[in-house]
């Protein structure tokens, strides 16, 4: 295995995950994830999530605003009320694509040395 190509390949696969890594980061915003998975494709208005995290009204918009741009959140209207869904498309697989290859990297370097970790090798 190129290890040098392998680790090119995992610094893209960061670059392409970092919105997503930074706004889960954050026990706030993996609840309000969490309650989101939890409604569906129904949706849910900011006062059900505010209802189901206990949080208030403004923490649950400013959270929900970053993860409207990470992009892991979509918003939709019906009149004047706002229906907030996951999305678990592109910005989660950038993700995968990440674990994906650690993992493979991990292997190769198992294959390789007999050990996951540098320290057994040594």
Known sequence: ??????????????????RL???????????????LMSAGCDGMRVGEITAKTHLSRPAVSHHLKILLDAGL????HEGTMNFYTGNFGTEFQHLCNLVHHIEE???AVTETF?????????
Not at 21 to 33: F, K, P, V, W, Y
Not at 73 to 76: L, P
Not at 114 to 122: L, N
Request: net charge negative; charged share 35%; aromatic share 10%.
């Open 105 to 107: 990297f991990r292997t």
């Open 114 to 122: 007999g050990s996951d970790t540098c320290y057994s090798v040594k």
């Open 1 to 18: 295995m190129d290890f040098d190509k392998q680790i090119d390949i995992i610094k893209s696969d960061f670059e392409e995950s970092r």
């Open 21 to 35: 890594l930074l706004a889960i980061g954050d026990e706030t915003r993996q609840s309000i994830i969490i309650t």
């Open 73 to 76: 959140v979509d918003v939709w």
